[in-house]
């Protein structure tokens, strides 16, 4: 049973920066592909940044391209989201997603418990 347990958020000025992370366990062969979306008031759940099991290769949201990066680092379990620039239309609750190695045949995923990142001056 995988278990994601996420930090960093709250509340920052627009243009300032925040670093989320997410903790990872439970996954005993392989890595899993990870993932962080993200939830605002009154919206569908979008997917903002994805990355691969040895973080080779990872993908954006155009909405946040160019100012937000996503990282792992296998060692520490652990996921990174550094957000840069962050604008009030980032305010969200930002979720950490998982996917095992055998996701196309279990599809089970995990969530982690969502971590508030509020931008307002």
């Known amino acids: 049973q995988g278990q994601l347990v996420e930090s960093g958020g709250g509340l920052v000025q627009p243009g300032g920066s925040l670093r989320l992370s997410c903790v990872v366990s439970g996954f005993t062969f392989r890595q899993p592909v990870m993932s962080w979306y993200r939830q605002a008031p009154g919206k569908e759940r979008e997917l903002v940044a994805g990355?691969?099991?040895?973080?080779?290769?990872?993908n954006y949201a155009d909405s946040v391209k160019g100012r937000f990066t996503i990282s792992r680092d296998n060692a520490k379990n652990t996921v990174y989201l550094q957000m840069n620039s962050l604008k009030p239309e980032d305010t969200a609750v930002y979720y950490c997603n998982a996917r095992p190695w055998d996701y196309f045949r279990s599809r089970r995923e995990y969530w982690g418990q969502g971590t508030q990142v509020t931008v307002s001056s």
């Open positions: 990355i691969t099991t040895t973080g080779g290769i990872t």
